[in-house]
Every structure is written in structure tokens, then in C-alpha cells.
């Protein structure tokens, strides 16, 4: 019985596919590109959340027996999801593990609507609402800020987030398609600490050894800022709404998740911030 991962070439798909190669469990990836998008070798299926004909497709590869999903970069996402998932359902799948987003609710547009058709339909499930990726901070226009102006902008102002790695992510959605018990419910997952921009500038400021500053702009500033480095107007007024709302302490939060299903505390920012030092490095 294979376990399938849509978004197989996301920051948690491919985490989760390495942890699964070590413990010799079968996993298909599914992705828009298909085996061109494949590393080390593993399986991996065209799947296009768009394209309804290739849904099918995983299933042509043997028996699935669950099912990792996070959300399509689309208008109603939760529509085909839905589809999707009855397809499943029909094929013998009975576990499914959504990665959504804090800001999920079951009912709520979004991954709300997903969650919600999990509980009315009666299906093994679980539910991760990770807060900010760590991982975020090794993206490129973060990379650049840092490397390049030693500098990092953002309109949190002295919001409080509690950043989680991907590693850690990834881990808990692991026992949750693997383990003999099923957990049907949502969990957050959280990093150990709640940290502001500040605190990350002054961790990233030790690490480096060179001053890293945070820049606080507002909602306009910030906007502005992402436009003129090539974001688009909706992916910048999203992004900017996103840190508006953290500003509020909207992503402050404490939880042990991470421990409780994995057996071992989250990464603190310091480590990844060892971890990840040389990418940071200046020019």
C-alpha cells in the first residue's frame, strides 16, 4: 500500500518522502511536472489540480492507503480538493493528513471547507495549521535582503510569531500518515519559541557575525517595496496582509504538538540559523 503526496515538490512533500525512503515505506509524488520534478530517485506521478484527467493517474500505480495535501494555488481551491478526495474515497482511501494554514476554521472558505468534508464524510484525518516557515528566511528575496543590504523588511512591526521549520512540519505529517493510530483532529505546529523580527535580526546578527537589521515598514511602504522587486501587485498586498495581521500578534501562539506526536521538540531558530549560516553569507 503506497502513500500518496500531492505538492510533491513542496518544502514538506519532499521531507516527508525522505522519511518515508528511510523507514522502506512505499510513497508515489504527485506534482504538475511529473517525473521531470523528481530528486533521488523516488516515484513520482503527474498530478494537476487543474487538469481533472490526471487525478487518476496515482492510482494507476497500485493501491493508495493515504493521502498528504496541501492547498492548490487556485480560486476555491477547496472544490477539486473535495472532487478529489470522494475520488479517493471510491479508490479505498481512508486517511488523510491537509496541511492548511493557521488562519484555517472548519466550515471557513479555504481549507475550512476540506476539513469540514473530512468530519461529514467520516474519514481518518488530520489537520496541521503550521505557523511561518523558517525555511521562508532561505527563499530568495529573503536571501538577497540578508546577504546583500544585511537587511530584512517586513510590516510585522513587533508582531509575535512562532516559527516552525519545515523539518519538524514534515515530521509530524509523517507519524500522522504512518502511525497505527489515527488522530482525527487538527493540530498546530509550532516552533519552540515565539519570536519577533527583531529577535530573528539579532539571532541572525550572532550567528553571522555582522549586524543584521529589521526594517519596519508600513502596510504601504511595504507593498511598495515588494512591487519594485518584482512581486506582483496581489501576491504583495497578500503578503503584506499576512504580516499586518501578525503585527497584531494574530500568529502568537505556544503549543506542544511537535513533541507529542514526534517524540522530540521543535528546532529552535538558532539551530537553523547554524544550520543555514553559509546561505546567508556575504559577498
Request: with cysteine; charged share 25%.
Amino acid at each position: 500500500m503506497t502513500i500518496l503526496l500531492l505538492g510533491g515538490t513542496g518544502k514538506t512533500a519532499t521531507r516527508i518522502a525522505a522519511s518515508l525512503s528511510a523507514a522502506g515505506k512505499p510513497f508515489l509524488l504527485a506534482s504538475r511536472r511529473g517525473p521531470d520534478a523528481v530528486v533521488n530517485g523516488y516515484p513520482a506521478v503527474k498530478f494537476d489540480w487543474t487538469v481533472e484527467s490526471t487525478w487518476a493517474a496515482p492510482f494507476e500505480h497500485g493501491p493508495v492507503e493515504a493521502i498528504y495535501m496541501m492547498e492548490p494555488q487556485s480560486d476555491q481551491p477547496w472544490i477539486p480538493m473535495i472532487k478529489f478526495i470522494d475520488l479517493a474515497r471510491k479508490k479505498g482511501v481512508n486517511r488523510f493528513v491537509l496541511c492548511a494554514g493557521t488562519t484555517a476554521a472548519v466550515g471557513k472558505d479555504g481549507m475550512g471547507r476540506v476539513w469540514e468534508h473530512f468530519i461529514k464524510t467520516n474519514v481518518n484525518f488530520c489537520v496541521l495549521r503550521p505557523s511561518w516557515f523558517m525555511e521562508n528566511l532561505i527563499e530568495p528575496g529573503l536571501v538577497y535582503t540578508i546577504s546583500k543590504l544585511d537587511k530584512i523588511f517586513t510590516a510585522t512591526q513587533n508582531g509575535q510569531i512562532p516559527f516552525v521549520s519545515a523539518d519538524d512540519i514534515a515530521d509530524v505529517a509523517y507519524h500522522a500518515l504512518t502511525d497505527g493510530k489515527t488522530y482525527n483532529c487538527d493540530f498546530r505546529v509550532l516552533g519552540p519559541q515565539v519570536l519577533t523580527y527583531d529577535k530573528i535580526a539579532e539571532t541572525l546578527s550572532e550567528v553571522l557575525g555582522r549586524k543584521i537589521e529589521h526594517v519596519k515598514l508600513d502596510e504601504a511602504g511595504r507593498i511598495e517595496g515588494l512591487v519594485q522587486a518584482g512581486v506582483s501587485d496581489y501576491y504583495a498586498r497578500f503578503i503584506t496582509r499576512i504580516e499586518a495581521l501578525a503585527a497584531q500578534d494574530f500568529e502568537k501562539a505556544t503549543g506542544d504538538a511537535v513533541e507529542k506526536v514526534t517524540g522530540h521538540p521543535p528546532k529552535s531558530f538558532k539551530v537553523f540559523a547554524e544550520e543555514n549560516k553559509a546561505v546567508w553569507a556575504s559577498s
